[in-house]
C-alpha cells in the first residue's frame, strides 16, 4: 500500500476511530493553525451508544496525522542597521 494513501484522512478515521457500517461519521470542524499554518479537522463519530472525536492534523508531506506537526525553529539573522 502506498504510504500517502495509508496517511489519507479517511485511512487515519478508519484506524483510529474504527467506525463501522452502522455509524456516522461527520466533519464537525475544520481549520488552519495559525501558528504552524497547517490544516485541521475534527472527526465525530457517534452511534446509538456513544460518540467519540478526534482531531487529525495534515502535515507537509500532504498525509494527515492525529498529532500536529512540529514547529521548525529558525535561527535569528541581522539583516542590518535599523533605519532612521
Do not use: I
Given at each position: 500500500?502506498?504510504?500517502?494513501?495509508?496517511?489519507?484522512?479517511?485511512?487515519q478515521?478508519?484506524?483510529?476511530?474504527?467506525?463501522e457500517?452502522?455509524v456516522t461519521?461527520?466533519?464537525v470542524?475544520?481549520g488552519r493553525l495559525?501558528?504552524?499554518?497547517?490544516?485541521?479537522?475534527?472527526?465525530?463519530?457517534?452511534?446509538p451508544m456513544?460518540?467519540?472525536?478526534?482531531?487529525?492534523?495534515?502535515?507537509?508531506?500532504?498525509?494527515?496525522?492525529?498529532?500536529?506537526p512540529t514547529?521548525?525553529?529558525?535561527?535569528?539573522?541581522?539583516a542590518?542597521a535599523?533605519?532612521?
Amino acid at each position: 500500500m502506498n504510504s500517502a494513501k495509508a496517511r489519507s484522512l479517511r485511512n487515519q478515521v478508519q484506524k483510529w476511530l474504527a467506525p463501522e457500517r452502522t455509524v456516522t461519521v461527520r466533519v464537525v470542524k475544520s481549520g488552519r493553525l495559525r501558528a504552524l499554518g497547517t490544516r485541521y479537522v475534527v472527526v465525530e463519530v457517534s452511534s446509538p451508544m456513544e460518540v467519540r472525536s478526534m482531531y487529525f492534523f495534515r502535515h507537509a508531506d500532504g498525509c494527515w496525522y492525529v498529532c500536529p506537526p512540529t514547529v521548525a525553529r529558525g535561527t535569528a539573522r541581522f539583516a542590518g542597521a535599523c533605519p532612521g
